[in-house]
């Protein structure tokens, strides 16, 4: 069974950290490139970073550029997105997903697998 599941997410004010993790199994980990996404109320899904299989390529959205890192253990089969100096606009479901091969964009196209989601509120 194929699985992507966030976790991570919670309520933390205006200025503060969280970390998110992003644990796969039921496929070859190694092999797809990962990406965050987040979805906020009445808005289209929004691509947030990206990560190569072997983590030697990173791309991020102008919006959180900065602030939030990207990175992988392949061995624990596991991504993080380490989210620093929120902002109330970064209030949404963050996603995880699965896709073979580095993408060009942070479009949500092309990707095989996705997580659930866990809520992110980041309070004024």
């Known amino acids: 069974e194929v699985q992507l599941v966030e976790s991570g997410g919670g309520l933390v004010q205006a200025g503060g950290s969280l970390r998110l993790s992003c644990a796969a199994s039921?496929?070859?980990?190694?092999?797809?490139?990962i990406g965050w996404f987040r979805q906020a109320p009445g808005k289209e899904r929004e691509g947030i970073s990206c990560i190569s299989r072997w983590g030697g390529s990173t791309r991020y959205a102008d919006s959180v550029k900065g602030r939030f890192t990207i990175s992988r253990d392949n061995a624990k089969n596991t991504v993080y997105l380490q989210m620093n100096s929120l902002k109330p606009e970064d209030t949404a479901v963050y996603y995880c997903a699965g896709r073979r091969g580095f993408p060009s964009n942070l479009s949500p196209g092309g990707y095989a697998y996705w997580g659930q989601g866990t809520q992110v509120t980041v309070s004024s």
């Open positions: 039921g496929f070859t980990f190694d092999d797809y490139a």
